[in-house]
């Protein structure tokens, strides 16, 4: 990522509030991370959730959590929180 | 960081809005503030992510010993070495590490004064300094009575250590009691996996002796599990009084170990745990950031604060409702803050704010419970989500069955949260 600043960000602080962007993926799994680790590799049991589904299977997963179809302790209350547009982005994030 | 850097950086401090000349400090500076839950995790993201981002990290201690886990130290179940860790990964990763006291924020001049008269410059402030402790809320409460009546709820400041010298050492049949404060204070489930975890010791190393709750507030959080598991697990040996049942501590005798309730009850511990109410670090409510409540208002979707420009308030400080006050919490603002400070110095829209926090707590040996909430920036506020979150399913509404092995997992799933995200702050992975 470059930062630009300078002359644009002089422009951009006098210009009107841009709209949000979405989340991105980086921003999103700095949740998921908070338990299956920095680098997804899962800890004490917590599973492993990088590179270990192809992104079909990730959403999948999370869209079972959501709907309460998948043995959970927690993930049915963790994804019932985000969009199928946010799975999908944390599958790209995650998935193989 | 030179001197003629210093000294250049304060000439062009009187321009605020004029672009900087580039060159030599060309990388905007993030210069983060406390290094605890949200200024350690603001710090790796930050240089995970924004490699173009100049960041320093300012805190007091070499080391830092966190609250979470300190109750299991209560128990015996842990050791103070096991949940204490340094900065060095994190200062070779390329965060620059300053120990040092701030002495206060200028923020006109946008730098932070450290305690020997340095000015450390920034073009954005995050700011996660934690709490402090109220002494004289409760009256005859002040630092030297903590001694006496231990509160390690900022192990800096107390180790837990402390208290945990005390429980051992308590007569066999003694009283443990605990003073609770009211919201809003760090850890909301807090005293209650206190509570747990001292009966936990207790229960093997003295059976006879009782632990007494005094609470200032009438419900708490995960009370139902809490409840239940204390029933199941210590059965008569804890006792748990709400607000309406006389339970504000307002006074504390130090000399006779009594703490003396609202209604003018006095009641006599042989150890004595007082969580008094807390507000905002001094460093921050000393740079106004802080309304009269103590906590510091921010806008919901960046943890900018809503009253000083260049700032981010996040972690216990920042009032962020209905969001806890958590280490979790903490490390989710930390991320945000630290992708709305980069897109704003870019000139980039802000990321949508997406919130997270799961809240663990050991009950007993081998039972976890835990709380989660997914919270978004919506109309200048912060809203759960509707649907999501919530705390762990009470034993009727689990199979039989299953119901051991749901709480077994638990404590389990709390360890591998425990060591993730401290890994991730020390840059241990
Ligand atoms: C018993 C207990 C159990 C807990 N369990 C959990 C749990 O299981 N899960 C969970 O998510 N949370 C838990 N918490 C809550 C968690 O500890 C806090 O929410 C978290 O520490 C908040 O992070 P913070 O960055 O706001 O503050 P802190 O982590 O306290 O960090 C603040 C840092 O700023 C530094 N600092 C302050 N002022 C200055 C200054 N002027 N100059 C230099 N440095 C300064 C301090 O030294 C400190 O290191 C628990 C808390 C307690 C008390």
């Known amino acids: ?90 599958a790209a994030h995650y998935g193989r | ?58 805190e007091r201690s070499r080391r830092f010993t966190t609250c979470p886990y300190g109750n299991l130290v209560l128990a015996g179940r842990k050791r103070i070495d096991d949940i204490t860790f340094g900065y060095e990964r994190l200062a070779a990763r390329g965060v620059r590490v300053v120990h040092a006291e701030a002495a206060a924020v200028d923020a006109e001049g946008r730098a932070v004064r450290l305690a020997d008269g340095s000015r450390i410059p920034y073009d954005r402030l995050i700011m996660s300094p934690g709490i402090d402790l109220r002494w004289g809320a409760i009256e005859g409460y ?46 909301p489930p807090g005293p209650y996996e206190r509570i747990s975890m001292v009966a936990d010791y207790l229960k093997r190393h003295n059976p006879r002796a009782k632990i007494l709750a005094l609470d200032a507030k009438n419900g708490f959080s995960k009370q139902p599990l809490f409840q239940d598991a204390w029933a199941e697990l210590y059965p008569g040996m804890i006792e748990w009084r709400g607000a309406s049942s006389d339970g504000r501590v307002t006074r504390v005798d130090v000399a006779n170990m009594t ?70 919490a903490a490390s989710s603002h930390a991320k945000q803050a630290i992708a709305a400070a980069a897109a704003q110095l870019s000139g980039r829209p802000v990321p949508e704010a997406v919130y997270f926090n799961t809240c663990y707590s050991h009950v007993g040996e081998d039972y976890g419970i835990s709380i989660v909430g997914v919270f978004r920036a919506q109309g200048g506020r912060l809203i759960e989500v509707e649907g999501s979150g919530g705390i762990s399913p009470r034993n009727a509404a689990l199979p039989e069955g299953r119901r051991a092995e749901h709480r077994r997992l638990e404590a389990l799933y709390a360890d591998g949260w425990y060591e993730s995200i401290t890994r991730e702050m020390f840059a241990l992975s």
Not at chain 1, 6 to 23: K, N
Not at chain 1, 29 to 48: F, Y
Not at chain 2, 150 to 167: D, R
């Open chain 1, 1 to 90: 990522m470059v930062l630009r600043i300078g002359a644009i960000a002089l422009m951009a602080a006098l210009a009107a509030p841009a709209a949000a962007q979405p989340q991105p993926a980086t921003l999103l799994a700095g949740a998921c991370q908070g338990c299956h680790g920095v680098t997804g590799a899962g800890a004490q049991g917590i599973p492993a959730i990088a590179q270990t589904m192809t992104r079909a299977e990730f959403v999948a997963a999370m869209q079972e959590f959501r709907a309460n179809r998948r043995e959970a302790t927690v993930m049915g209350r963790i994804a019932r929180g985000y969009t199928d547009a946010e799975f999908a982005a944390l």
């Open chain 2, 259 to 328: 703490v003396e309730t609202e209604f003018g009850e006095k009641v006599r511990g042989d150890v004595i745990n007082v969580i008094p109410p807390q507000y905002a670090a001094a460093i921050a409510r000393n740079a106004g950031l802080a309304a009269d409540s103590g906590w510091c208002p921010i806008k919901p979707e960046s943890f900018e604060s809503a009253r000083v420009p260049n700032i981010h308030v996040i972690g216990d400080a920042s009032i962020a409702v209905p969001m806890p006050k958590s280490g979790f």
């Open chain 2, 1 to 58: 960081m030179t001197l003629s850097r210093r000294t250049l950086v304060g000439a062009a401090a009187a321009l605020p809005l004029l672009p900087r000349t580039a060159g030599a400090q060309a990388r905007p500076r993030i210069v983060i503030l406390g290094g605890g839950f949200g200024g350690a995790s603001a710090a790796r993201f930050a240089r995970d992510h924004f490699p173009d981002l100049d960041i320093t990290l300012i």
């Open chain 2, 142 to 187: 002040d630092q030297a009575a903590s001694a006496r009546m231990p509160h390690g709820w900022i192990p800096s400041l107390q180790p837990i250590t402390v208290l945990a010298e005390q429980l051992r050492a308590m007569r066999q049949g003694g009283v443990f009691v605990m003073a609770i404060p009211d919201n809003p204070f760090r850890c």
